[in-house]
DNA sequence: GACATAGGCAAGTAAATGCTTGCATATTGA
DNA sequence: TCAATATGCAAGCATTTACTTGCCTATGTC
């Protein structure tokens, strides 16, 4: 999984609209998405196909209508393979920030 | 807190890298810092500036040197307030997915 | 068959992004 | 005091990004 393609993809806001969305009710079509956006058909498509290219959303056709269902698998994988890393030492770090900068070891 | 900036400051590799080398070590110096990246000083000066404005890197002045302190609590607030609402529902969109790709009620 | 609906493809554009180069300032140490 | 070290500021540039407009195709419906 190219988790730089996840990062980038939860880097707009529109797309987290779009996943927000998503979640709220799934297997929506293209034109129900578009509706919520305030841009063109195309631009939704567009974000879409970047979501769908990092894995974060799947799609199937139904006859004219394309369905997106999301996939929370890519976000699992940042949490337990990227954040959470950084959550295990968490306390640690907060340490360090409050020790220095309310006066450390030589001020 | 703009939840939409550290979104931005982590979709760059360069500045997860930045991070993870503060994880690795904290508290390090803009040279220090720029010993393991391959770019210029100023390129690696505007990541962290940009890391600092989304909270996630605070500064220290130490004479003429500038520490750089890893900020965990945007990371947390990510997750507690954006990925952990998927994750809730992870189960029920797998089993979406799962149920529309496989041939779902017609098909 | 004709027409509306759902969506795709491709070129164009303005703004944002990542990075560079050049020069200036401040701290430190011999 | 002079030079080296640590960093800042700002303009310039190439690429990427977000979005639009225009046109084409396929499915469903009267």
Redesign the interface.
């Known amino acids: 999984m190219d988790i730089?393609k996840v990062?980038?993809a939860?880097?707009d806001?529109s797309r987290?609209l779009l996943?927000d969305r998503l979640?709220r009710e799934?297997?929506q079509t293209l034109s129900a998405l578009c509706g919520h956006m305030a841009m063109t058909r195309q631009a939704v498509t567009q974000h879409l196909a970047l979501l769908e290219d990092a894995n974060l959303v799947?799609t199937?056709w139904?006859g004219r209508e394309k369905?997106h269902?999301?996939?929370?698998?890519p976000?699992?994988e940042?949490?337990d393979r990227?954040?959470g890393?950084?959550?295990r030492?968490?306390l640690?770090?907060?340490r360090?920030?409050k020790h220095?900068?309310e006066g450390g070891d030589d001020?």
Chains 1, 2 share one sequence.
């Open positions: 730089d990062f980038k939860l880097a806001p987290r996943l979640h799934n297997g799947a199937q139904h369905l269902f999301l996939n929370p698998v976000l699992q940042i949490y990227w954040i890393k950084f959550e030492n968490r640690r770090a907060l360090d920030l220095h900068l001020e």
